[in-house]
């Protein structure tokens, strides 16, 4: 079962490593310590909506397109724990010899949104 935390973690980091920035620079931009965003992206700390929306601002993304993001993490893992098996995202990841939690991210041209896509 995957935690909200870590999935909004998670989401949160792609995001940043996508636009090749590092903790510092969002940190400082979303004026929250260094040492606070990466538990935060480590799924370590719940953050307030506050602190969400400043580091979404600080990484130039609404925070709806993370929510998006933390929302189809949530359903693979919940289809997987239904199901008994792996979700088919999982399973693709599994027989590519990544991790299990491990998502594709390709930056839109500008951007502005991430573009999210899914192995079948």
């Given at each position: 079962?995957?935690l909200l935390?870590?999935?909004?973690?998670?989401?949160?980091?792609r995001?940043?490593?996508a636009?090749?920035?590092?903790?510092?620079e969002?940190?400082?931009?979303?004026r929250v310590?260094?040492?606070?965003?990466?538990?935060?992206?480590?799924g370590?700390?719940?953050?307030?909506?506050e602190?969400?929306?400043?580091?979404?601002q600080?990484?130039?993304?609404?925070?709806?397109?993370?929510?998006?993001?933390v929302?189809a993490?949530?359903a693979?893992?919940?289809?997987?724990?239904?199901d008994?098996?792996?979700a088919?995202a999982?399973?693709?990841?599994?027989?590519?010899?990544?991790a299990e939690?491990?998502?594709?991210?390709?930056?839109?041209p500008?951007?502005?949104r991430?573009?999210l896509?899914q192995?079948?």
């Amino acid at each position: 079962m995957t935690l909200l935390r870590e999935a909004i973690g998670d989401s949160l980091r792609r995001a940043r490593i996508a636009q090749s920035r590092t903790l510092r620079e969002v940190s400082t931009s979303a004026r929250v310590s260094l040492g606070y965003l990466s538990e935060v992206e480590r799924g370590r700390k719940e953050a307030s909506s506050e602190l969400l929306a400043a580091i979404c601002q600080a990484l130039d993304m609404p925070l709806a397109q993370v929510l998006v993001d933390v929302s189809a993490t949530m359903a693979d893992s919940d289809a997987a724990d239904a199901d008994g098996a792996l979700a088919p995202a999982a399973e693709a990841a599994a027989h590519a010899g990544l991790a299990e939690h491990t998502r594709i991210v390709i930056p839109a041209p500008k951007a502005e949104r991430l573009v999210l896509v899914q192995a079948k």
